[in-house]
């Protein structure tokens, strides 16, 4: 049975605040099956990410945003390919963008719902968030670490391009795991 709650256990370290991304400290990965038998991984480097985050982090907000033509799977051929009109088309959809909607806790986990969005396409998803824990650095500045994980079905966002293989099946999967690591900074 699954259960959401308004009571949310204590985070040691939590602060309310504003909280700004450290791109040096951050990514976005991704991993999907390539020809049904293995798995692509690949990352795109973080523009920007806020959280604004209230005494009741259940009412936290949050907004990031992903520079597409920064996407990197260690094969440069692969990369312009999917840079093209044929996938994220980044000369007329430069920007992922992702809208937080509500936080939830559930069954002892964070729920972060949101809207997405992809290629011009706007879709609901749910980020599942672990904290990684706060701390202060050498420079006095007050960090927060977590990883938030999903799972999206790119056709969904039009990223519709695939290829039949002779064996059966298809060359690109359909489901895309993605995971943020993140960090940022309290803001003063």
């Known amino acids: 049975m699954t259960e959401t709650t308004t009571t949310v256990p204590e985070i040691p370290g939590y602060k309310a605040g504003t909280w700004v991304l450290d791109p040096a400290h951050s990514e976005v990965t991704f991993s999907l099956r390539h020809m049904m038998i293995s798995k692509v991984r690949g990352v795109f480097g973080l523009k920007s990410a806020t959280i604004e985050a209230p005494e009741n982090p259940l009412e936290a907000k949050v907004s990031a945003t992903v520079d597409v033509a920064s996407i990197n799977t260690n094969d440069e051929n692969r990369d312009n390919h999917l ?96 995971t943020l690591d993140l960090q940022g900074s309290l803001q003063a």
Request: hydrophobic fraction near 40%.
């Open 83 to 178: 840079r093209s009109a044929d996938f994220f088309d980044v000369a007329q959809f430069p920007t992922i963008e992702f809208v937080s909607t509500g936080v939830r806790y559930q069954d002892g986990d964070f729920l972060v719902d949101g809207d997405l969005t992809i290629h011009g396409v706007t879709k609901p998803v749910t980020f599942e968030l672990e904290f990684g824990g706060f701390g202060t650095d050498p420079y006095g500045n007050y960090k927060a670490g977590a990883t938030a994980t999903g799972v999206i079905n790119r056709e969904d966002f039009g990223l519709t391009w695939n290829a039949a293989l002779e064996t059966g099946g298809v060359l690109v999967g359909k489901d895309v795991t993605i």
